[in-house]
Structure formats: C-alpha cells, structure tokens
C-alpha cells in the first residue's frame, strides 16, 4: 500500500494523470504534424478530414471492448499493453500525406489502442481509490487530458517548424515509452482485502485507515479468482447507467464542437489570425484543467464532510456545471471581440469539467467493480457524438454559405453553439431525474 506519507494509490493516480496528458498530446500532436504536411504536400481537405477522423471511428470501436479486457485480465495489464501498442505505431508509421491508405490504418490502430485506456483507467481507479477519494481522484485524472492539450499546442508547433513533422512523431513514442516503462516498473494490483468495509465499499485495497500497524487477516490463504459473469442485460436497462452515456454524450459534443471549430471561428467569425493571439488561445483548456480539480476537491468535501450525500454532491455539480455552461455557449456568438469569445468559451469548458465531478465519477459509485465496462458504454456514447457533433457543425455552415448569409455574422454560428447549450439543459435534468450515488451493481 506504500508508506504512510505517500500511499501507494497516490502514485497509481499521478501515473494515470501523465497518462492521460500524454494521450492528449498524441492527438493534438498527429493534427499539427499531419496538417502542416498535408498542407506543404497540398493536400485537399476532403482527405485530410479522412485521416483525421479515422482515429475516432477506432476510438470507439474499442470503448466497450476496452472495458471487457480490463475486467477480464486486469486494467493495469490493459492499459500497458495498449500504450505499448500506440507508441510503436506513431515511432514507425512514416508520416506521408500521399500515403493516405498507410496512415488511415495507423490512425486507427492509434485510435483502437487509445480506446482501451479511460476504461482500464477507470477500473485501475475503482480497484485503488476509496469512494471518499475518487471525486478528486478521476478529476486529477481526467484534467490531464487538458494540460497534455495545453502543451501540445504550445509547444509542437515549434517542434514541427525547426525539426519537421516526422520530428513530433518521434517525441510522441518517446513520451509513450517512458510512460510504459514507468507503469511497468512501478503500478501493480492492488492488494486483496476481506476488510468488511473496504468490501462493503467495492475497490481491491484496504485503504481505509486501520490503526497503528495492524493488518488484514485472511481467513484462508488462498483467494478465489473466479471473474464474475458481467450484467449486461442490467447494465443496458440501467436508468442510471443511461442518465451517465446521456450526460457522456453532451460533455464530448460541447467539447468536440470547441476544440474543431473554434479556431474556425476565430479566423472567419471574427477573422483574428490565431497567431496574433498568442499563449491566450490555451485560456479554455488550461481553465478544463482548473476546474475538473476544483470540482473534484468540493465534491469529496461535501461527501467526506457529510454535508451532502453522494448522490445529491454528483446531481449539485453536474447541475451547476452544465447549466452554467449552456448559458455561455448560447451566448458565445453574440461575443464579437477575441477577448469576449476566449471568455465565454473558457467559462463554458471550465464548467463543463466541473461537471464531471458528478456524471464522469458515477461510474464507481453506482458500479465500483464494473466501472470501466459503463465507462466503455459511455465513452463510446462521447466518441460518436465527436464524430456527429463535428460533421454536423460543417454542415451547418455550409448551408449557412449556400443561404448567403455571411459567416461573419452571430446568425451563422447560432445554431452551432445553441446545439450543445440546449443538450446541456438536457443531460442536466436528465442525470438530476435518472442518477443515483448508491451502489446498484454487486
């Protein structure tokens, strides 16, 4: 378990934070590279929006898969062999835009093995962290994902000017080696506990305090390994279950829509060259990052503290978050200054990860020993609306153009932004009707 100052599931949690930063990297990391080689190479944009949505369809492809594996032969195993796998690809895929058929299949080996990762993580976490915990826990975790884009985007640009594309490729398998070989040399299972509470609590550690020095005994040396049979007609018929895939699809549709086309915003909607704002443009990640930790912080106060129940800590935050944020999406067109747009996107992302503090959490609550199954559920709910929230956006557009109207002006962009603000409104009182903090999985 560690020692006393530093227990191990500390260690395990900060690992799966640099795992997540690092997956994060990869993505944006692949968009620079790619891009700025499809674009020397001239490129159409047809093909390069081919290549760079192939990751997402292996992505998703993989979520619920990925959930299964790490509940049949362990998440730690999972998520060492999956980032192995993505790793080698990005060290020896040569990074050609003319060899369209090479790549589509590198992006979606990349995109497969990624999609065994947050719900590896997720059991990985379950089996670790006690209930207590896991709100700062997954927040920690999670907010990774936005630092790894923050300094992607602020720092491969430079990497790709003086060393080429190829050149980040390179530094993403190296990041992805050395997280392996960290995860190989210091992660493991946790040990087995028949403590009545950390069983009565549903994770793989006895992590609640035992005083002075005292320690589990086991009735018999020897443990059952048998894996359970996985409920999934119980899992599908889940009003819980549905209220966290609902409130999963939302947060990465919002997400999604931002990160593809704000930039697209900027420099048609209000035609500012991203290059003139400098650092600023990383405001709405780097406030992810901000308040996916806050979230967590509060709401492992008010359930260590008793001040609320599970349930009502998970329906208060995701209620504040994505209320908040639909509010400011909607009102994100009407912004016609770079600063007011940075705002109201910031406070828009910045709530939406305070909002995982209640629906992106609840996996464990409601399923501590199937949280990476119902994370494969939801998360593949999250990548389609990727996929959907993308394309439909470009398509708005586009009949924006055909209709004459000049993408210049708020009336182009209200739909797309007042998409998401409503399923925001949505999801919010769905998760408050369907969600529940109690266990409902043995």
Not at 44 to 53: A, E, F, M, R, T
Not at 107 to 125: E, K, M, N, Y
Not at 254 to 266: Q, R, S
Not at 362 to 384: C, E, F, K, Q
Request: glycine share 8%; charged share 10%; aromatic share 12%.
């Amino acid at each position: 378990m560690g020692s006393s100052r530093f227990p191990k599931r500390y260690l395990i949690v900060f690992l799966t934070f640099i795992c997540t930063s690092v997956c994060y990297i990869e993505r944006v990391g692949f968009s620079i590279a790619y891009t700025a080689a499809a674009d020397a190479a001239e490129v159409n944009q047809s093909s390069k929006g081919v290549i760079l949505s192939t990751f997402y369809y292996g992505y998703a492809c993989s979520q619920v898969p990925g959930g299964w594996a790490a509940q049949k032969i362990g998440g730690r195993r999972v998520l060492l062999l999956s980032f192995l796998l993505w790793s080698l690809t990005c060290f020896f895929v040569p990074l050609d835009p003319n060899q369209t058929i090479v790549l589509v299949i590198a992006r979606l080996l990349v995109g497969v093995a990624q999609g065994f990762i947050f719900p590896s993580i997720h059991t990985v976490l379950a089996q670790w962290v006690p209930p207590h915990e896991r709100s700062r826990s997954v927040s920690f975790t999670t907010s990774g994902m936005y630092l790894g884009a923050s300094m992607g985007m602020l720092m491969l640009p430079s990497l790709v000017k003086y060393w080429g594309p190829q050149s980040v490729f390179f530094a993403e398998a190296a990041l992805g080696a050395m997280w392996t070989l960290l995860w190989f040399s210091y992660a493991v299972d946790p040990p087995r506990s028949e403590h009545p509470k950390a069983t009565a609590s549903g994770f793989g550690e006895s992590l609640l305090p035992l005083k002075g020095s005292s320690k589990v005994k086991f009735e018999s040396g020897v443990h059952s390994t048998r894996t359970p049979t996985i409920p999934w007609k119980r899992i599908v018929t889940s009003l819980p279950v549905w209220a966290i895939v609902v409130n999963n699809f939302t947060f990465h549709y919002a997400l999604y829509v931002l990160m593809n086309w704000l930039p697209t915003y900027f420099e048609l909607g209000l035609q500012i060259s991203l290059q003139e704002m400098g650092s600023s443009k990383m405001m709405p990640y780097l406030n992810m990052f901000i308040f996916s930790n806050i979230g967590g912080v509060i709401a492992d106060h008010f359930v260590t503290r008793k001040i609320l129940s599970i349930t009502k800590t998970r329906k208060l935050l995701n209620t504040v978050g994505f209320i908040v944020a639909s509010v400011a999406l909607m009102a994100l067109p009407y912004f016609r200054t770079p600063d007011g747009t940075l705002f109201c996107s910031s406070v828009a992302l910045g709530f939406l990860a305070l909002g995982r503090a209640g629906f992106a959490v609840n996996h464990m609550d409601i399923a501590p020993r199937y949280a990476g199954i119902i994370m494969g559920v939801s998360n593949t709910a999250g990548t389609l609306a990727g996929i959907v929230g993308v394309d439909l956006t470009g398509r708005l557009l586009e009949a924006a153009k055909n209709a004459q109207l000049d993408l210049t002006s708020p009336e182009s962009w209200t739909s797309v932004f007042s998409i998401p603000g409503l399923l925001c409104i949505f999801s919010s009182f769905v998760f408050l009707v369907l969600s529940t903090g109690e266990r409902i999985f043995d």
